[in-house]
């Protein structure tokens, strides 16, 4: 059974920084797309960032307009996890955050909630002002 567990979600202050981790089980995930959505209270699920592999060693990642120059996204396949490292947070990167994975395709093509196979249960990051 595949299972995709986030943590590191908490309440910071405005500037602060958070790594959110997402750890995979069940299979390997090493040449399939991952990526992190968001959820704010009363809004759709939005697309953050996502690593696509590149064959090889090679990840490619693309992240949100939104997160640019704040946010970037790593991997560590030797535990099967995926980071999502946040710096200089503000109020309105409150939300539920998403790990997803695709079951097979080593690209994530849009930024449609549509693509994952598989979610984590999501981790609350709250940034106070």
């Known amino acids: 059974q595949v299972q995709l567990v986030e943590s590191g979600g908490g309440l910071v202050q405005a500037g602060d920084s958070l790594r959110l981790s997402c750890a995979a089980s069940?299979?390997?995930?090493?040449?399939?797309?991952m990526a992190w959505f968001r959820q704010a209270p009363g809004k759709d699920r939005e697309f953050v960032g996502a690593?696509?592999?590149?064959?090889?060693?090679?990840?490619?990642?693309e992240l949100a307009d939104s997160v640019k120059g704040r946010f970037t996204i790593s991997r560590d396949n030797t535990k099967n996890t995926v980071y999502l490292h946040m710096n200089s947070l503000k109020p309105e990167d409150t939300a539920v955050y998403y790990c997803?994975?695709?079951?097979?395709?080593?690209?994530?093509?849009?930024?449609?909630?549509?693509?994952?196979?598989?979610w984590g249960q999501g981790t609350q990051v709250t940034v106070s002002s």
């Open positions: 997803a994975a695709k079951s097979s395709g080593s690209t994530w093509f849009t930024h449609a909630i549509y693509e994952a196979n598989y």
């Open positions: 069940g299979r390997t995930f090493s040449s399939s797309a």
């Open positions: 690593l696509s592999w590149g064959g090889g060693s090679t990840y490619y990642a």
